[in-house]
């Protein structure tokens, strides 16, 4: 493996440690993480396996891998952004869905079963983005890398 391919998957890779650590300091701040933010966690633990693997073993291969991992957390990083604008339902098991039609024992149990962190509102935001919609850019970010280092000679 070319020292530029290693380079590439030490970017990509450290992008997604990066990213992991982020949202973890987030969370020791006081943002607890809803199930959607859980959810885009997993890709980048994979990624960096994956990455860690690769140089590791010389095998610049598993940068598709890495590429495939990066694309499923800005995939749901996507899915996330278009349950917080209300584009679509999320989850209901983290997302307010509404009480009409419901009886009160129907509502009562709703309110008893329902987590304590939405996924349909945006507990932080930087310049009108939010923390999944700043994932999905980094994360197809990141898949460029894994490309790029995937089709090196």
Same mark, same amino acid.
């Given at each position: ?22 949202? /973890?300091? =987030?969370? $020791? ?66 997302? !307010? ?29 930087? =310049?009108?983005? !939010? ?6 850019? /980094? !994360? =197809? $970010? ?12």
């Amino acid at each position: 493996m070319s020292p530029d391919t290693r380079r590439l998957i030490l970017l990509a890779a450290g992008g997604s440690l990066v990213l992991l650590t982020g949202a /973890f300091l =987030f969370q $020791a701040a006081g943002y607890a993480p809803c199930e959607l933010c859980w959810l885009q966690r997993w890709p980048h633990l994979a990624a960096v396996v994956i990455g860690g693997v690769a140089l590791a073993s010389n095998w610049r291969q598993l940068s598709w891998a890495g590429a495939l991992a990066a694309a499923t957390t800005g995939v749901l990083g996507v899915y996330h952004t278009g349950v917080e604008r209300g584009l679509w339902i999320g989850p209901t098991s983290c997302s !307010s869905t509404g009480i009409q039609g419901l009886s009160t024992d129907q509502l009562m149990t709703q309110i008893l079963n329902a987590p304590l962190v939405r996924c349909n509102e945006v507990a932080w935001s930087l =310049f009108g983005i !939010s923390m999944a919609s700043w994932n999905a850019l /980094f !994360s =197809f $970010a990141l898949v460029l890398v894994w490309l790029r280092a995937a089709r090196r000679p």
